[in-house]
């Protein structure tokens, strides 16, 4: 099975050969932790436990002393960590889960996978949001946005019209919400397809 993370998809889609040479020369060993990634593996934990800070804020100072030496990017960080349990607490969020996995077939050995951090339950059904370090302002025009929606909608057998698809900074600022269309859906769904047949294309001619 051939996996496309969702957040890979729209150099995939600008530019199919130099992604294709990138995905085929990558290795498959683990990915060195960074200073966003503490803070949601720090966030995973916090909603884990159900809200204990404590707990998230030893895990965080667990994560960063393994590997990571900046001591003032590690306490810009941790204050990130901070600000977000705070929003938490003050917002009143319904966490429904965390750190889910997605798996959106789009051709016979061809997947969209990748991450969604965080779904809320919200007064319209659930809110899917991908927590990071910074989002483009044209967010919402990436073709992998309709399709979370959908994919969600599959993972929790719900109806893609009561999805809502969001991004928020790992501060917990800028939580910034929108819902796509069926017409957007199928879309981004043809379009998605479209390329999950290229790269089966490639697979084929790999192996003549």
């Known amino acids: 099975m051939t996996r496309i993370s969702h957040t890979e998809l729209t150099a995939a889609q600008q530019d199919f050969s130099a992604w294709w040479r990138a995905k085929q020369a990558s290795t498959t060993g683990r990915r060195r932790l960074g200073y966003a990634q503490a803070i949601k593996l720090a966030v995973y934990r916090f909603h884990k436990l159900r809200g204990d800070r404590v707990a998230a804020l030893a895990h ?59 779904i809320d339950i919200g007064r319209r059904g ?62 981004a769904l043809r379009s998605a397809i479209a390329l999950a047949r290229r790269v089966q294309r490639m697979l084929l001619r790999s192996r003549r």
Do not use: C
């Open 60 to 118: 965080f100072d667990q994560l960063v002393a393994r590997s990571l030496t900046n001591a003032k990017r590690i306490a810009q960080a941790r204050l990130q960590l901070e600000a977000y349990m705070e929003w938490v607490g003050h917002s009143a969020v319904i966490v429904a889960d965390h750190r889910v996995r997605l798996n959106l077939l789009l051709d016979v050995d061809v997947a969209l996978v990748g991450e969604v951090s965080r």
């Open 126 to 187: 659930y809110r899917a949001v991908l927590l990071g370090a910074r989002f483009p302002s044209r967010w919402k025009q990436e073709t992998r946005m309709p399709l979370i929606q959908t994919a969600v909608a599959n993972e929790y057998e719900r109806s893609a019209d009561d999805i809502s698809v969001a991004v928020q900074l790992l501060d917990g600022s800028g939580l910034d919400e929108t819902s796509f269309d069926a017409d957007e859906r199928d879309q």
